[in-house]
C-alpha cells in the first residue's frame, strides 16, 4: 500500500537565509555581502534594476536589498513591481540610499519598502535591520507573508531559526575595537577638493568612517560648496567625488 504523500519541495530548517543584494556600486556589494555571509546568509547579487527583477522573479530569496539609484529601473520603480507580483509580493524590502531626504526616504516606503536605512550605512546596522524584517513580529506586513513563512517551515521553526539569526548578528566578529562614525579628526586626511561644477574650493565639513576593521576601514569625507552648488561625498578608496544633496 502506497503511503500518504509528503511535500518534498519544502526547505530545510538548517537551510541559509537567501539574500538578494542589489547596488550599481561593486565595493558596496562587496562590503555588505561579506559581513551577510559571515552572518550565514546566502548571498545573490545584482548591479541593475533589470538585472535584479529577473533574479527576484526567477528565485524566492528571504529578503531583498536593495538601492534606490540603479539603472534600467530605479529601486523605487523595483520595490513597486515587486509589490506586485504574487511571488515577491510577500518578502520583505530593505532600502539602503544615498538619498537622505525626507520626501525619498518617503518615496521608498510608498514604494514598499519595509525599512529604509541612509548611507553611509555600516554593514552591522544592514544586519540588524534585515533580522528585524525577518523577525515573528514583521510577518505579515504584506498580503501572503505570514502564509509563505509557513510553507517554507513549521512556524516554531522559523522562529526559533530567526531568533537564532538575530544572535549571531549581535555576536558577530566585527572588531569592535575599530571606531566607526562621524568625526572631524579621520584617520586620513581629508584632501582638498575643488567643486565639479563651479571650480571653487569645497569647504571640509566632516568624515565618516566605516568598514569591517581597522585594517579593512573605510572613509567617506564630505563637503559643501561656497557657491551653493549642494553637499559632496568623497570615498577615500575609490578616489571619486559624487554629489549627494
Known amino acids: 500500500m502506497i503511503g500518504p504523500l509528503t511535500n518534498t519541495s519544502r526547505v530545510p530548517d538548517t537551510a541559509p537565509t537567501r ?21 550565514s ?3 545573490e547579487e545584482a548591479e541593475d534594476g533589470r538585472e535584479a527583477l529577473a533574479k527576484a522573479l526567477t528565485r524566492v530569496h528571504d529578503v531583498i536589498v536593495t538601492e534606490t539609484r540603479l539603472s534600467g529601473i530605479s529601486g523605487y520603480e523595483l520595490c513597486r513591481l515587486l509589490r506586485q507580483d504574487a511571488l515577491t509580493r510577500p518578502t520583505p524590502i530593505v532600502v539602503v540610499t544615498g538619498d537622505a531626504f525626507e520626501t525619498a526616504i518617503a518615496r521608498a516606503r510608498h514604494a514598499g519598502a519595509d525599512a529604509v536605512l541612509v548611507k553611509p550605512c555600516l554593514p552591522e546596522r544592514l544586519a540588524d535591520e534585515i533580522a528585524r524584517v525577518l523577525s515573528p513580529s ?22 526559533d531559526r530567526r531568533d537564532a539569526l538575530t544572535e549571531r548578528v549581535r555576536r558577530t566578529t ?8 562621524e568625526t572631524t579628526s579621520p584617520p586620513v586626511a581629508a584632501p ?12 571640509y565639513v566632516k568624515s565618516h568612517v566605516g568598514g569591517v576593521s581597522a585594517r579593512h576601514a573605510e572613509q567617506w569625507d564630505y563637503y559643501e560648496c561656497a557657491g551653493g552648488c549642494g553637499t559632496f561625498q568623497y570615498r577615500q578608496r575609490t578616489r571619486k567625488l559624487r554629489r549627494v544633496s
Open 19 to 39: 539574500a538578494l543584494l542589489i547596488d550599481r556600486d561593486a565595493d558596496t556589494r562587496q562590503m555588505y555581502g561579506q559581513f551577510l555571509k559571515q552572518c
Open 41 to 43: 546568509y546566502e548571498i
Open 138 to 159: 514583521s510577518q505579515g506586513q504584506h498580503d501572503g507573508t505570514v502564509a509563505r513563512l509557513q510553507t517554507v517551515a513549521p512556524p516554531t521553526a522559523s522562529r
Open 174 to 181: 566585527l572588531s569592535r575595537a575599530h571606531r566607526r562614525g
Open 192 to 203: 582638498a577638493m575643488v567643486c565639479p561644477t563651479c571650480d571653487q574650493p569645497l569647504g
